[in-house]
């Protein structure tokens, strides 16, 4: 899995906001820790900027997840294919995490 593949994945994403589709141009690959990637999307039809996280298990299709409220988890959970504990994982993940993308993945090179 690349930054282009997982643009292309992010194409066929819709924003949690309006359902708009997103273009490639408003993709913004941040990086990626093991299997999971960061992105930031911009929805031209809200105008609203989304840090997204995309799952990859190297064997299905990637599972997309975003920072989801309570209402869109539920939902979620019942939908095949997404791996829940992995959201929750995330959520804490994001929750302790700064922001500073650049400090996460240059600690882990070194
Ligand atoms: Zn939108």
Same mark, same amino acid.
């Given at each position: 899995?690349?930054? %282009?593949?997982?643009?292309?994945?992010?194409?066929?994403?819709?924003?949690?906001?309006? @359902?708009? =589709?997103?273009?490639?141009?408003?993709?913004?690959?941040? @990086?990626?820790?093991?299997?999971?990637?960061?992105?930031?999307?911009?929805?031209?039809?809200? =105008?609203?900027?989304?840090?997204?996280?995309?799952?990859?298990? @190297?064997?299905?299709?990637?599972?997309?997840?975003?920072?989801?409220?309570?209402?869109?988890?539920?939902?979620? =959970?019942? %939908?095949? @294919?997404?791996?829940?504990? #992995?959201?929750?994982?995330?959520? %804490?993940?994001?929750?302790?995490?700064?922001?500073?993308? %650049? =400090?996460?993945?240059? #600690? #882990?090179?070194?």
């Amino acid at each position: 899995m690349d930054e %282009s593949n997982i643009k292309k994945m992010m194409m066929s994403a819709k924003c949690s906001g309006c @359902g708009q =589709r997103y273009e490639i141009e408003d993709i913004e690959v941040l @990086g990626h820790h093991e299997n999971m990637w960061f992105m930031s999307v911009f929805c031209v039809a809200c =105008r609203a900027q989304y840090l997204v996280t995309a799952v990859v298990d @190297g064997e299905g299709a990637p599972e997309t997840v975003t920072d989801l409220s309570a209402a869109e988890e539920e939902k979620f =959970r019942d %939908s095949e @294919g997404l791996k829940v504990d #992995e959201v929750l994982d995330m959520h %804490s993940f994001l929750k302790k995490f700064n922001g500073d993308f %650049s =400090r996460l993945f240059s #600690e #882990e090179a070194a």
